[in-house]
């Protein structure tokens, strides 16, 4: 088992406030293996299946025993864990992609290094419409052009590397992750960053034959879940996406707005304008043990208003913040059953009042305008 702060996996549940929360990574997926993993979300956990911000796949409420068998049917449908070597969810398939990620990605997940700390992650970029920009990583490879990579730790940019040399470097940073001289190297290091680029919308259709949709704040019910995949064409592949977003795959622009309507039916959200994007909510009390207050509940009434604030509104259950680490315009941060608020800062930071959940959406009504 998972002890709390690590990363969950498939083979190590870790606890959370309503049991067990089972974690895979990404995959590209038949409708038919996601129908496995919305039955399993609905025969062993709580019904929900959530896709996180860095769209990874998770399954909550279980038990010892039927986390075991929840991970047993993920596996028999070919889900698998892999050490977090992150590339785009159109990786390979999108005309506007500088570099293709896939080769190089391959390489450090099979030369990945042992004993590296548990929450090592690595991003490798192609860029195109769905780059990775807005997901965080120790190590970070993003294609410059089409032979050479820009090689990132942390906030510092390391030496740009050719294609051929970009997995070999990674490894080798890898290895010397936390060390002295691997902090000497990236204070020295005077690199310019790649080029800034407007952020990444999984939302909406994609030019390179996909469909993105998303359940409210990143859960999708498991029978919600079940019917889209039905819906989805059956030789369609399915792949959660940063950004708490599901794509589907290889669609032409008939089956996507097809799709796009039922999903709409569904109650899924499939326009980046929907309010509910604007709201990152945490699973928060009582699914996660850390939670003071039920974030999701306050999450859903608030999108029903006819105006929220500018910006985004974090809703976490506690100071730490996951569902938004980022600053954000609004935070509501879980405190003894109400939400201190904290305006333009994160969830760890002093909040400037406290309120009721009944209070908030008045106070949210009578924000001041910029
Ligand atoms: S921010 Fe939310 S999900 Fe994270 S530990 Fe706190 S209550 Fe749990």
Redesign the pocket.
Known sequence: MTPRGACPSLAAPMPTGDGLLLRAPPGWWSPAVVLAIADAADRFGNGVVEITARGSLQIRGLRAETAEACADALVTGGIVDAPPVLVGPLAGRDRSEIADPRGIAAAIVEGWPEGLAAKTSVVVDGGGALHLDAVGADLRLVAVDASNWAMGLGDKWLARVPVEEAAPAALAALRHLGTRRAREVATESTNPPPASRAPAEPIGWHAAGALGVAGAFGALEARTLAAFADAAPPDSLLRPAPGRALLVLGLNPAQGAALREKAAAFGLVTDPADPRRRIAA????PA?A???AA?RELAASLAMLAELPPGIIHI???A????HPGPAAITLV?CDGGFGLVRGGV?RDHPACHLAPRDIAAALKEWPTP
């Open positions: 945490c699973p928060g009390s996660c850390s939670g003071e974030t976490s259950g506690c730490k913040g996951c569902a879980g969830a």
